[in-house]
């Protein structure tokens, strides 16, 4: 089932990515497929394996290596100044032990996108996979999209600077509109009513992104774009045009989580919450469906 239009718009932040592991495996379940996806971060890492049609990679990659010595830790941040072991993440991973699917991704007719940050001008940049051979998207796009200041440095992709996309448009549901998607699937991975607050930035912090000002101003008017963004969530939901798979339990788990039994049962709250409203969901993209074929 192929869902003319539509776009599949998915959050990041970092290990509560298992839940939109479980969102996503109960889509493959259901062969539900969308023409357009765009994520960011563990958002758009999650994304990727589902258009290359990988349904246990996920988990794989979110639940069951978690624990792996070369998966992240401080000793990573400080041999190779990444609280992630980025070339573990998106070398060894991929190309070892869990192959990615690299033919599947690239032939596949999805428009897919990664949000990354512009670290010169602290604005979001919206890479798409035809722009890039697979191994390049997932080497360095995926990667420049998961590197949060402070925890990773910056990628560099064809000559500029690129630090994760959640900093300047967590849920990039307004370009996935821009694209010309007037009905949106948007997979968050906060509870609802989940406010977020201003952040706050030690002295070391604030010394390292000194470098990067304009990186630094993004970060701290991040919460005001994170909210007005959740509200016009909340609108669109209301009238129609967005569907939200969000938690409904209460989450528990940490961007930083290493606790494997807390990553597995919310994968599986993901999947399960999902098959829960599957009869809705349909409805609602039979609905959308029809709605748009008659206004073109």
Not at 192 to 217: A, C
């Amino acid at each position: 089932m192929r869902n003319n239009k539509i776009g599949l718009v998915l959050e990041g932040g970092g290990m509560r990515g298992a839940y939109t592991s479980g969102v996503l495996a109960a889509f493959m379940d259901e062969n539900i497929k969308f023409p357009y996806v765009i994520g960011v971060s563990a958002g758009a890492n999650n994304g990727a394996n589902f258009v290359a049609e990988q349904r246990e990679r996920n988990k794989k990659v979110f639940v069951d290596y978690v624990n792996h010595k070369d998966y992240s830790g401080f000793k990573h941040w400080i041999i190779g100044k990444s609280f992630f072991n980025m070339d573990f993440l998106f070398d060894t991973l991929p190309n070892k032990l869990v192959p990615f699917d690299y033919e599947t991704f690239e032939k596949s007719p999805t428009v897919f996108k990664a949000c990354v940050t512009e670290c010169s001008t602290g604005e979001p940049v919206y890479f798409e996979k035809s722009q890039f051979s697979g191994v390049e998207f997932m080497e360095i796009v995926l990667r420049a999209s998961s590197s949060l200041p402070i925890l990773s440095p910056p990628v560099e992709i064809n000559g500029k600077l690129y630090f994760d996309g959640g900093i300047t448009d967590s849920i990039p549901l307004e370009k996935s509109i821009e694209d010309g998607n007037m009905y949106n699937v948007v997979v968050l991975t906060r509870n609802k009513g989940y406010i977020k607050e201003p952040q706050t930035l030690g002295l070391y912090s604030r010394h390292y992104l000194k470098k990067y000002p304009k990186v630094l101003d993004a970060i701290e008017k991040r919460h005001i774009k994170y909210n007005i963004t959740l509200e016009k969530i909340n609108d669109l939901e209301e009238e129609g045009f967005v569907y939200v798979f969000r938690p409904i339990d209460e989450i528990i788990v940490d961007r930083l989580e290493k606790d494997t039994d807390k990553l597995n049962k919310l994968y599986e709250q993901g999947y399960r919450e999902t098959m829960e409203q599957m009869s809705k969901f349909k409805n609602w993209l039979t609905d959308a469906v029809e709605d748009k074929a008659s206004i073109v």
